[in-house]
């Protein structure tokens, strides 16, 4: 580590806002070990995008790593031909295929019928009142979890974030994390049989039927609920807010000059809220003259990379006219996120051109509290409007 150059943060002002220590770290030490962290972080675009891709070097097995010991080995923590027989099952039941024949249908039900539960005028948070059941009822039907509710879905999610993120060992977040594990298992123990009698479209029932061990249906199961709920949750809320915040960009979309999707992909650019992902060098490496010997936690710094000044002007700034090509928000090579199309489709073919049309005079009230690192995005979003439309108006 003596050849690695160390850079200190504080941990409250780096969860608080971690974009000037990146653009430090960026400019001054691309490859540098945080203490605080326990970690080596990679916070360029170029070399985010790459080491992902190197696995041989870069590698998701992390045998001793958090999320392996807390949740089990899920296809995010293996590589090679074990990740790819397990992600190739994975996708059927959320290909883009499935995602318009199935969930696209169901997601606007479940969209249009949490806003119908909206008073015709009023105030909300809407992370609590709409983006937390919004995500959360599109991942229970996606899952095949009908036990569980959507409460139980976000509860878990936080849970787990905070678990696999607990890089300080606090006692009191690994125990919250166990609970949320152990609460998952039991919602699979309720649906197993049901799904083994009767298959579904959902992953558990997909995933089930195929040839792969229960012990990782059920890890891979907490890899859905931990990602799953947590990022369109912060996604959702925080591209509401981003667009209402920035009107000239709203009334573009509306008046059809850019769309929704460009909306999105620019806000999981600007806050990206899977922010890092973590890896283990497995072998000895040289980068930008920095080397780092094998055992060596390092971290893939996504929120950085994508506030990279080399690809992207004023990285800073919203700006849903962006080229957003270059933005790594779902990650890079063989562990992209499998589940993006279904974000893409909840999000920006459904959650956001409803709610801008049911909504009437949407408007923020107060600014949200935002906060993280490792998963960043709104923690709540106070909100009134004029009027709910009915569901039938298009």
């Known amino acids: 580590m003596s050849a690695v150059p160390r850079f200190d943060i504080d941990p409250a002002s780096f969860w608080d806002d971690p974009y000037p220590d990146y653009a430090r770290l960026r400019k001054e030490a691309p490859v540098a070990y945080v203490p605080q962290l326990g970690a080596v972080l990679l916070t360029r675009r170029d070399d985010v995008f790459h080491w992902e891709k190197e696995i041989a070097v870069f590698s998701s097995d992390q045998p001793g790593g958090l999320m392996t010991r807390l949740m089990g080995q899920n296809m995010m923590r293996k590589d090679g031909a074990e990740h790819m027989a397990e992600r190739k099952v994975y996708v059927q039941a959320i290909s883009p295929k499935a995602v318009a024949e199935v969930w696209a249908a169901r997601f606007l039900a479940i969209c249009d019928r949490l806003l119908d539960g909206l008073p015709a005028t009023g105030s909300a948070d809407l992370v609590q009142e709409f983006a937390l059941p919004y995500a959360g009822e599109c991942l ?32 009191t977040v690994e125990a919250r994390c166990n609970a949320a594990t152990a609460a998952i298992d039991k919602a699979i123990d309720e649906m197993l049989p049901i799904v083994r009698r009767k298959p579904t479209y959902s992953l558990l029932s997909v995933m089930a039927e195929s040839a792969m061990p229960e012990a990782q249906v059920r890890a891979n199961i907490k890899l859905s609920i931990s990602g799953g709920q947590n990022e369109p949750r912060k996604a959702i809320a925080g591209s509401i807010w981003a667009l209402l915040t920035h009107p000239r960009q709203l009334a573009d979309v509306q008046a059809g000059r850019a769309n929704w999707r460009q909306a999105l992909e620019e806000f999981l650019r600007w806050l990206s809220p899977i922010a890092m992902s973590p890896r283990r060098i497995a072998q000895p490496v040289e980068i930008h003259g920095v080397e780092l010997e094998p055992e060596t936690r390092a971290f ?95």
């Open 140 to 171: 229970r039907e996606m899952l095949g979890l009908e036990t569980a509710t959507a409460a139980d879905l976000d509860a878990w999610s936080q849970a787990m974030m905070d678990g696999i993120a607990n890089y300080t060992g606090d006692p």
């Open 300 to 394: 893939l710094m996504f929120g950085a990379a994508n506030h990279d000044e080399r690809h992207f002007e004023k990285p800073d700034t919203f700006d849903i006219d962006r080229n957003t090509t270059k933005a790594v928000s779902f990650g890079a090579g063989p562990h992209f996120c499998a589940g993006a199309w279904a974000s893409r489709a909840m999000i920006a073919d459904v959650a956001l051109p409803t709610v801008f049309r049911r909504l009437q005079g949407l408007r923020v009230t107060s600014p949200p509290k935002i906060g993280g690192w490792a998963f960043r995005g709104l923690l709540d979003l106070p909100a009134a409007w004029d009027s709910v439309l009915p569901a039938t108006t298009r």
